[in-house]
């Protein structure tokens, strides 16, 4: 009943930038709190950036500074702007979110993935 859809990876040179997003569609009232995860070849999947539903939002030590997670209730879209890009950033990066349904409960979904790939 719903789904989340990622868009906005591809590649980039090291010191360049990104924007992810996160539509989430079907039959959705909300996104409550929401997170970007990655994972790189050989590694665990990891927390890259989350948000709570008042807008708190927290980072991996990797990223502070450089990434920025954000969202857009109107349009239950969640963004991760990612600046400054560095190789080691490369990984297939994740959507997650906990959304509140129409009928009432809630429910975690994932993305599909998008890659990113940052060259030297």
């Known amino acids: 009943q719903v789904q989340l859809v990622e868009s906005g990876g591809g590649l980039v040179e090291a010191g360049g930038s990104l924007r992810l997003s996160c539509v989430a569609s079907?039959?959705?009232?909300?996104?409550?709190?929401a997170g970007w995860y990655r994972q790189a070849p050989g590694k665990q999947r990891e927390l890259v950036a989350g948000?709570?539903?008042?807008?708190?939002?927290n980072y991996a030590d990797s990223v502070k500074g450089r990434f920025t997670i954000s969202r857009d209730n109107a349009k239950n879209t969640v963004y991760l702007q990612m600046n400054s890009l560095k190789p080691e950033d490369t990984a297939v990066y994740y959507c997650n979110t906990k959304v509140v349904v129409q009928t009432g409960g809630w429910y975690d979904y994932w993305g599909q993935g998008t890659q990113v790939t940052v060259s030297s």
């Open positions: 948000i709570t539903s008042s807008g708190t939002t």
């Open positions: 079907g039959s959705i009232y909300s996104i409550n709190r």
